[in-house]
């Protein structure tokens, strides 16, 4: 088991279509990926209060108070993943690519494993050594991106990564719009204008 996840891990890094080609065909159920995406949602809730308290900024630069509160960043950061997956999933699907929901979920699963181990790493490294702790977390998101288009292209079957970046921009920009929206109405009712 541990072997074929390195092995995985390995594929994705050198050749992010093929790996995203072989986690489709495992076929997981989407209970089985939702549960693991609250699994990776709060592992990277921990890996962030870590490597907030590791910066050398942490104690300069005010943070919003739910970094000191796991439970709200548990929140916040699965409610922003599962949101960006139907975003991604629906504007990719606008821009004329194929796939399933599931693919898309199970792409964005394996990606945060990814991320995750990839931050434990960087935590340990900046602990030591800062300076080439914040080198590191600069390559590993450079190259995460990379893999995270191609992941996407795939789920999608977009015709070259590069499309995977027009998908990001409507996601985010459909993203952007739908919490306005929400606020908006949110805004509304706490002071009473809308009945």
Do not use: C, E
């Not at 995406?37 to 942490?58: D, M």
């Not at 104690?59 to 950061?77: D, E, H, M, N, S």
């Not at 922003?80 to 792409?107: C, R």
Request: aromatic content about 8%; glycine content about 10%; proline content about 4%.
């Amino acid at each position: 088991m541990i072997g074929s996840l390195t092995s995985l891990a390995q594929t994705s890094l050198r050749d992010p279509q093929t790996a995203a080609r072989q986690i489709m065909d495992l076929g997981l159920s989407r209970d089985a990926l939702w549960t693991a995406l609250a699994l990776v949602a709060i592992v990277n809730t921990f890996l962030v209060i870590a490597l907030v308290q590791t910066s050398p900024g942490a104690a300069v630069v005010p943070l919003p108070g739910y970094f000191g509160k796991p439970l709200a960043l548990f929140v916040l950061i699965a409610g922003l993943m599962v949101v960006y997956i139907h975003a991604m999933y629906w504007a990719g699907l606008a821009i004329g690519g194929q796939g399933s929901l599931t693919d898309v979920l199970a792409l964005v699963v394996w990606f945060q494993v990814l991320r995750a181990a990839a931050q434990i790493t960087v935590v340990v490294v900046s602990a030591l050594i800062p300076a080439l702790g914040m080198l590191l977390s600069l390559a590993v998101a450079i190259w995460g991106f990379w893999i995270f288009l191609n992941f996407l292209a795939t789920a999608l079957n977009l015709n070259s990564p590069w499309h995977a970046i027009a998908v990001l921009v409507v996601a985010f920009v459909g993203l952007v719009l739908g919490l306005g929206v929400l606020m908006a109405l949110i805004g509304g009712l706490a002071q009473g204008v809308i009945s």
